[in-house]
C-alpha cells in the first residue's frame, strides 16, 4: 500500500524531491533492478499527464522525482493528484501518492 505524501511545486521554478522508499519495518528498500514512474494529473480522470523525470539510487531505497522550470511554468495554478510507482519483472508496485499543490509565480523574466 502506498504511504500519502503532499507537495508543493512552486510554479515556473525547477522542482526536486527524494523519497525514501522503506520497508513495513523501517529497512530501506533495495531498489536495484526496478525502474520508476510519475506523473501528476488535474484529478483521475485526466488524459494528460505531466511526467516526473524519476530514478533511484538503487540499494539506497531514495527516488529523486524532478521536473524542469519550463515544465513547472506550463502547469496551472491549484491542485493535481500524483503517484510514484517502481516496476520489475512486470510487477508494479504504487510507492507513495498524494495532492500536489501548484503555487502561482510573480516573477516574469
Same mark, same amino acid.
Given at each position: ?7 508543493? @511545486? ?30 501528476? $494529473? ?16 538503487? @540499494?539506497?531505497?531514495? @527516488? ?14 491549484? $491542485? ?5 510507482? @517502481? ?6 508496485? $504504487? ?12 516573477? $516574469?523574466?
Amino acid at each position: 500500500m502506498a504511504i500519502k505524501a503532499n507537495i508543493v @511545486i512552486d510554479q515556473g521554478t525547477d522542482f526536486k524531491a527524494v523519497i525514501d522508499v522503506v520497508d513495513t519495518g523501517g529497512v530501506v528498500y533495495d531498489l536495484s533492478g526496478y525502474t520508476t514512474s510519475a506523473q501528476l $494529473r488535474k484529478n483521475y480522470n485526466s488524459t494528460s499527464a505531466t511526467t516526473f523525470t524519476s530514478n533511484h539510487n538503487g @540499494i539506497g531505497g531514495a @527516488i529523486t522525482l524532478s521536473l524542469t522550470n519550463t515544465a513547472t511554468s506550463s502547469l496551472e495554478p491549484g $491542485r493535481y493528484l500524483y503517484d510514484v510507482e @517502481i516496476s520489475s519483472a512486470g510487477v508494479i508496485t $504504487r510507492v507513495v501518492e498524494g495532492i500536489v499543490t501548484v503555487t502561482p509565480g510573480m516573477t $516574469r523574466v
